[in-house]
């Protein structure tokens, strides 16, 4: 059913101010503090069980391929979110490069991951990215050996998420 203009505005009226039911009623800056501390503690005392490893990890020569992409033209590196009351890091790994063949070629061969598409330049860069845990953890842990540059970043990395879910 549609109002017309003249039962709008009267239905308006009625909203306003005292005629409406929710009017004066707001929560203290008490009850808003309470309010914001218990929702925070309770998100932040949830236990999160990390997703399945979806991540086909190599062996051999295309292992020490990897680690050499990683290390040349890749990162390991953490993403912070910030939308929680307490800042929450996320480890990742990404590959950069303008080869559309490279980056299919790790999708195929490592079977999952994440392709974005951004300009560097004028020419389009594109980023083959995982971010599961288990997905992190298990190439980190198989590249770890041959990683020469990024290895700090991949020993941070690790170290993370062993302490974060007291992985051996």
């Given at each position: 059913?549609?109002?017309?203009?003249?039962?709008?505005?009267?239905?308006?009226?009625?909203?306003q101010g005292a005629n409406n039911p929710?009017?004066?009623?707001?929560?203290?800056?008490?009850?808003?503090?309470?309010?914001?501390?218990?929702?925070?503690?309770?998100?932040?005392?949830?236990?999160?069980?990390?997703?399945?490893?979806?991540?086909?990890?190599?062996?051999?020569?295309?292992?020490?391929?990897l680690a050499g992409l990683i290390d040349?033209?890749?990162?390991?590196?953490?993403?912070?979110?910030?939308?929680?009351?307490?800042?929450?890091?996320?480890?990742?790994?990404?590959?950069?490069?303008?080869?559309?063949?490279?980056?299919?070629?790790?999708?195929?061969?490592?079977?999952?991951?994440?392709?974005?598409?951004?300009?560097?330049?004028?020419?389009?860069?594109?980023?083959?990215?995982?971010?599961?845990?288990?997905?992190?953890?298990?190439?980190?842990?198989?590249?770890?050996?041959?990683?020469?540059?990024?290895?700090?970043?991949?020993?941070?990395?690790?170290?993370?998420?062993?302490?974060?879910?007291?992985?051996?």
């Amino acid at each position: 059913m549609r109002h017309t203009d003249e039962t709008r505005a009267k239905l308006s009226a009625l909203r306003q101010g005292a005629n409406n039911p929710f009017y004066g009623r707001t929560h203290t800056p008490e009850a808003r503090q309470r309010i914001s501390e218990s929702s925070r503690n309770r998100n932040l005392a949830r236990k999160y069980e990390p997703a399945p490893q979806r991540i086909t990890v190599p062996s051999g020569w295309e292992l020490a391929y990897l680690a050499g992409l990683i290390d040349a033209d890749g990162s390991v590196r953490f993403k912070i979110d910030h939308s929680t009351a307490e800042k929450v890091k996320r480890p990742f790994v990404s590959v950069y490069n303008t080869n559309l063949a490279l980056i299919d070629w790790l999708v195929s061969t490592l079977g999952h991951g994440s392709v974005t598409k951004g300009n560097m330049g004028r020419e389009q860069v594109m980023a083959w990215t995982i971010q599961g845990a288990r997905d992190v953890y298990a190439l980190l842990t198989a590249l770890r050996p041959m990683l020469i540059v990024k290895a700090s970043d991949a020993d941070a990395a690790l170290n993370f998420l062993k302490e974060k879910y007291q992985w051996v």
